[in-house]
């Protein structure tokens, strides 16, 4: 078979062997917003190509009857093997009963849940290494401006009064 022409149209309606070149030549037919070329050697792997040209790899499989679809990486970041491998790998994932969209979600969801915890835990060793004199110069100074001279003067007393805690004899 003779090698295809650079200007030579791709049959979209039929998978074929993915290689470099191939890809290179895939272009997005003129009034769509997006086409599909899919590979042989792998079923749910396709590359897909938008009217802009942007190029990606993309997983499509049926799940409970609707179509899904996963974008896997620009063609420029991923060789076709990897693309491939990851595409087999989604495939088994799927075929065990997971979707694979979801496992994302809750495997960022749970990324996300350890960042605010490590963040609360830092705060909370923030307010430890604080005591109660410095929050309460704190709080004075703040409502300060809120309170009248007499009113001050008496949390003033209030503090001096509470430095000597009763022993527990």
């Known amino acids: ?29 003129e009034g769509k917003a997006q086409a599909f070329l899919r590979d042989a050697q792998s079923p749910g792997l396709r590359v897909r190509v938008t009217s802009s040209g942007a190029k990606s790899y993309v997983f499509e499989a049926k799940l409970n009857r609707q179509t899904i679809r996963r974008t896997i990486g620009d063609v420029r970041a991923w060789t076709i093997e990897d693309a491939r491998k990851e595409s087999n790998r989604l495939r088994v994932t799927l075929d065990a009963g997971d979707d694979p969209r979801e496992l994302e979600r809750q495997r960022m969801a749970d990324a996300e849940a350890k960042k ?17 004199g410095e929050v ?10 809120h309170w009248g001279e007499r ?14 805690w009763p022993s527990a004899a």
Request: glycine content about 2%; some cysteine.
């Open 116 to 132: 605010a915890a490590e963040r609360a835990q830092i705060e909370a060793d923030k307010l430890a290494a604080v005591t109660v």
């Open 151 to 164: 009113h001050y003067a008496d949390h003033l007393k209030m503090a001096k009064g509470a430095v000597s």
């Open 1 to 29: 078979m003779a090698r295809p022409k650079k200007t030579e149209a791709i049959d979209l309606t039929q998978a074929h062997d993915l290689t470099a070149g191939l890809i290179e030549r895939l272009t997005c037919p």
């Open 136 to 145: 309460w110069a704190i709080y004075l100074e703040d409502r300060r401006p």
